[in-house]
């Protein structure tokens, strides 16, 4: 496999080169496990098709760095990698174990997220990431706050020390344990701290998740450097549960286009056009994977 920026028009080669590798994958995976052990082979497939993409990508930026590529050029050519890894793992991974409805829409759902993100890794605009703040620093830095203030007050010490008592008390009131503040993406654009909660649709059962979401931003809307909070959902159609973070005040939401849209704003690349471009489901799918996923009825979670 040959890498130069020209990669990023290669499907077919990248194809053929990743089935060759899982081909060859298969035939150690089938040496380890027997055909009954059909969860453990998809398992190890995935892996090792999740590897060889690695491996791929890291040859890919070693010559990009070298040769002074664009993050644009870099990011055509790692779009195309991934998506044709893609291709290849669902197939295999179809092979050793056929999908059902709930795990391939799910798994179909989880692949978006971190193809998106990609974006955001090499922007083509004044974009950087950051690492978030951990809970436990933010709880010590809001408790230290209303300490100081409470000790400033005009009353007695008992009456402080009861004020701290209470305010500790709501706090463990609020939660038991740590809050994960940690979502899918962090990035800094023209000063602006944002973090976005990536989603493929909203179910019937999503009300703990939400409630979640609105105790995390509610945590970041609070600190002094007045986070944004974004909401990138794939699916056009979403319930109440969407409506409810959209509508809350603290969350901004987008869905389907929007979020496209929202994406290319920040990243300055335009997502949805190269989707549009470059991924076609029912042409890139081996004929005997896609007529399973038709005879199945599982053609119809194949929308990004």
Avoid at 125 to 144: H, R
Avoid at 206 to 214: I, P, Q
Avoid at 278 to 285: H, L, P, S
């Amino acid at each position: 496999m040959l890498i130069h920026k020209n990669l990023k028009n290669q499907k077919e080669e990248l194809l053929k080169y990743f089935r060759n590798r899982a081909d060859e994958f298969l035939s150690e995976i089938k040496l380890t496990y027997g055909n009954t052990q059909f969860k453990e082979q998809a398992s190890a497939i995935n892996k090792s098709l999740t590897e060889t993409k690695d491996n791929l990508i890291a040859t890919l930026l070693q010559k990009a760095e070298a040769e002074n590529w664009t993050n644009k050029e870099k990011l055509e050519c790692i779009l195309m990698i991934t998506y044709s890894n893609y291709i290849v793992m669902l197939e295999a991974r179809n092979d050793v174990w056929q999908y059902e409805y709930m795990t391939f829409s799910r798994r179909i759902g989880e692949l978006w997220e971190p193809f998106c993100k990609l974006c955001f890794s090499y922007p083509t605009n004044n974009v950087s990431l950051f690492i978030p703040p951990l809970f436990s620093e933010v709880k010590q830095k809001l408790a230290a706050e209303i300490e100081t203030y409470i000790d400033k007050l005009e009353i007695s010490v008992e009456e402080k020390d009861q004020l701290k008592k209470y305010y500790h008390k709501v706090w463990g009131l609020v939660t038991s344990g740590e809050i994960k503040l940690e979502l899918d993406l962090h990035f800094i654009s023209n000063n602006q701290k944002f973090v976005v909660d990536f989603k493929s649709g909203f179910g019937s059962n999503e009300k703990g998740n939400t409630n979640r979401l609105l105790l995390v931003a509610s945590i970041y809307k609070n600190l002094e450097e007045n986070y944004k909070c974004m909401i990138f959902v794939r699916a056009d159609d979403n319930n109440h549960y969407f409506q409810t973070l959209k509508n809350s005040g603290i969350w901004d939401a987008y869905s389907g286009g929007e979020a496209y849209n929202k994406m290319e704003e920040y990243s300055g690349f335009d997502i949805k056009n190269w989707i549009e471009t470059n991924v076609n489901w029912e042409v890139d799918f081996k004929a005997e994977t896609m007529n399973y996923f038709k005879q199945n009825n599982l053609d119809q979670y194949l929308i990004w």
